[in-house]
């Protein structure tokens, strides 16, 4: 069963140690995480593909990024949906970060 994805407005950043990775005026959030649309990473090299998926029964197969910012990586710090199931197909490409590793912030 889906869960609910509400649009928002305002301003959002995904940012470690004071590098801005990603910002916003609107995106998608859904169970607590802010889901940036892919034209708001700021810093698109800072990302880097990493082999580590997951399954989500009501969003699909999520595939990951590890984070590198001045010489330093996050391990699998983001994550995305590059083919949502139906019913998080708003969240398409869509960037998450975890609040453990990146700071994000969303007013």
Same mark, same amino acid.
């Given at each position: ?17 004071? $590098? @801005? ?15 940036? %649309?892919? #034209? ?25 990024? $590890? @984070? ?15 083919? %949502?199931? #139906? ?21």
């Amino acid at each position: 069963m889906g869960k609910s994805i509400t649009p928002r407005t305002g301003h959002a950043t995904a940012r470690i140690n004071g $590098t @801005v990775i990603a910002e916003a005026t609107s995106w998608r959030e859904t169970e607590g995480n802010v889901y940036f %649309p892919p #034209e708001s990473i700021v810093s698109k090299n800072a990302l880097r593909g990493s082999d580590l998926s997951t399954w989500c029964p009501w969003k699909g197969d999520a595939s990951y990024y $590890t @984070v590198e910012v001045d010489g330093q990586r996050f391990e699998n710090a983001a994550w995305y949906y590059k083919e %949502p199931l #139906e019913g998080a197909l708003d969240l398409k490409d869509h960037v998450a970060f975890y609040k453990t590793k990146v700071e994000v912030t969303a007013a």
